[in-house]
């Protein structure tokens, strides 16, 4: 019977399950995530090599002219070493680690999960996935309300493939696109995009495109060659948010 209980075991039926509950599942950047794993043996005993956490986001890549969308591991985590779960029985694991800078926010059509596995030699890996409310930080938060106060409205957050030009960490950015609905810019920009890249405690630096509503007989061609777009990057510190508004009120007009 034992012998049989194995080798069910090993295609997943009456195997080892695992659950990850979260002590708190909406945070920021640079919070702590904490944590239980709690393992529960299957209809035999079985050797698990190890536990591991990996937090998770998806991505649009271009190839090919056909927008595919990715998977991105932001962090992996291994928690414990090899144990041995006897049937029925009961283990938890607490943990904890920092949520990454690079995690983005879960705005749009951004989602952010905690994967959870076991690892077990030959035998299929339970697994569990956890979403997560990624919530943008004060500085993020700050640059976004001040473009919403001077007349734009968010209209698309979306994770892509990280350009050439910009060497992060991950292979994504997110990219916050905005359009002018009423103020100054309304008639004069298509749209502004943001993308927050090397962010900490304290600063965040800013990559901005401008896209400018290109007009008369040369407004198709500039498009096309992009020459109706500017780019531009300056840092925000949290020194800069009482004055937020005008800040980027001066960078955009530099170049509308």
Known sequence: MSFFNKALASIGIGAATVDTKLVNDRLVPGEEVKGIVEIKGGSTEQQIDTIYLSLVTTYIKESNDTKVQKQATIESIKLVDPFTIGPNEKKEFPFHFVLPYETPVTMGNTKVWIQTGLDIKNAVDPSDRDFIDVMPSTIISAVLKAATDIGFRLR???????????????????EFELVPTSGAYRGRLDEIEFMFLNQTDNQVDVWMQVDRKARGLGSFLSEALEMDESHVNFT???????????????IIQKYS
């Open 156 to 174: 698309k957050v979306e994770c892509e493939a990280a350009p050439y030009r910009l060497k992060t960490r991950q292979p994504f950015v997110q």
């Open 236 to 250: 925000v510190t949290k020194q800069d948010l009482p004055n937020m508004e005008q800040k980027l009120m001066s």
